[in-house]
């Protein structure tokens, strides 16, 4: 597994923006997919998007196309997600997730294929 934590959540007034940072560390990933998933009270956790660690080919939710972009600084083992147009629904626990793939295999979106995962940051849209 490789060791993940999240920052840059906090408090934002709708319709503003907010970029989290998920900092990797431990094996080589060069066969992850890391993603971003969020967990509100009483609702199930949901996959937003992911990126491959190498080719930096994504995957989206269709509830944040054109809204969130996940992107990948390699040189600094960083994620991001940069959040745009944020609605009061987007209020969760926002969890990074690392899933080890096989070489040639499509981005996930199961919650179960993940098996690294962040603490969370807490995101907070207010109206």
């Known amino acids: 597994q490789v060791q993940l934590v999240e920052s840059g959540g906090g408090v934002v007034q709708a319709g503003g923006s907010l970029r989290l940072s998920c900092a990797a560390s431990g094996r080589t990933f060069s066969r992850y997919a890391m993603g971003w998933f969020r967990q509100a009270p009483g609702k199930e956790r949901e996959f937003l998007a992911a990126?491959?660690?190498?080719?930096?080919?994504?995957r989206y939710a269709d509830s944040v196309k054109g809204r969130f972009t996940i992107s990948r600084d390699n040189a600094k083992n960083t994620v991001y997600l940069q959040m745009s147009s944020l609605k009061p629904e987007d209020t969760a626990v926002y969890y990074c997730?690392?899933?080890?793939?096989?070489?040639?295999?499509?981005?996930?979106?199961?919650?179960?294929?993940?098996?690294?995962w962040g603490q969370g940051t807490q995101v907070t849209v207010s109206s």
């Open positions: 997730a690392a899933a080890q793939l096989p070489f040639g295999s499509f981005i996930p979106t199961a919650l179960a294929a993940y098996n690294s």
């Open positions: 990126i491959k660690w190498s080719a930096g080919s994504t």
